[in-house]
């Protein structure tokens, strides 16, 4: 509504700005990384950080991604990260890899981190 007064239950006027939704400008429409491709910026579409997987998974750190798309819980994934001080450019494989060979009786994660990581080893605890 263009221009209305925002009221509580009480009638008191909260804000009289606009409150029309914003719109995209004309012939900008889709991701950002599309855009940006469209308009020959490939350079930048290439940088461009993926805000909405970080929000999804709750981390940014690309080893708790990978850690978390590998099944870990973002519990487990943060305290194996912080307990053995894990690199934060690990790869998926590399994950992978850590995940099957670490010694999980040597390792100082709560119980319920452990059989997680069992878990995923195909494993019970």
Request: with cysteine.
């Amino acid at each position: 509504m263009d221009g209305a007064k925002t009221r509580t239950s009480g009638g008191k006027t909260l804000s009289s700005c606009r409150t029309a939704p914003l719109k995209p400008k004309p012939g900008l429409s889709g991701p950002p990384v599309l855009v940006l491709k469209e308009k020959g910026e490939i350079d930048w579409a290439e940088k461009l950080l993926p805000l909405h997987m970080f929000l999804e998974f709750g981390a940014w750190e690309r080893v708790l991604i990978n850690l978390m798309s590998l099944g870990l819980s973002r519990t487990s994934a943060i305290l194996l990260k912080r307990t053995v001080s894990l690199s934060s450019d690990m790869t998926l494989q590399e994950c992978r890899r850590y995940l099957d060979a670490v010694n999980l009786e040597r390792i100082a994660i709560p119980a319920i981190c452990r059989a997680e990581i069992s878990r995923l080893r195909g494993r019970s605890s």
